[in-house]
């Protein structure tokens, strides 16, 4: 089912200051909600600046598919594609482990790694091997200085 376009005279900056206004408060007040269906009258006085950045280039390594990249790296392995599941399979368990452990950030399961193990040459490698990818353009960012109040 799609969702239907809302006809709306707000303005597209005052959609994305109500939004970057609410999303911090949004995101904290959702633990305090019970499940089920909410009524919900407000209204709401948003107040400040966008400073809206151009857009930029970076390297897809989030949205890149992950099961198509597994399905062609298994058939670029050849002959070596259990060995190298094995190594895979062996290598995301452990990632997941050390997230279970602590702080789940990629950061600080890759400074846990670095201190565990010596692989920081197999970091680098991987580094260089993500900046060969080819860059996608995005969105710039919208920084905000915004304060919501309930009218």
Known sequence: MQAEAIETTIEPSELVAIAKASEKGAK????????????????????????????????????????????????????????????????????LLMGQQGEATEAAILEQISEAQAIDDCLDRVTKTLKAMPLKTRKGKV??????ERV
């Not at 959702?30 to 209204?43: K, N």
């Not at 930029?56 to 790296?73: G, I, Q, R």
């Not at 920084?143 to 919501?148: A, D, G, H």
């Open 28 to 95: 904290a007040g959702r633990s305090d909600l019970d499940v089920g269906i909410h009524a919900v009258d407000v209204t709401v006085r948003v107040h400040g600046s966008l400073d809206v950045r151009g857009d930029e280039t970076y390297t897809p390594t989030v949205s890149v598919p992950l099961k198509a990249v597994l399905a062609l790296f298994t058939r670029y392995c050849g002959i070596t594609r259990e060995a190298a599941h094995a190594a895979l399979l062996q290598s995301m368990t452990e990632v």
């Open 143 to 148: 920084l905000s200085r915004l304060t919501m």
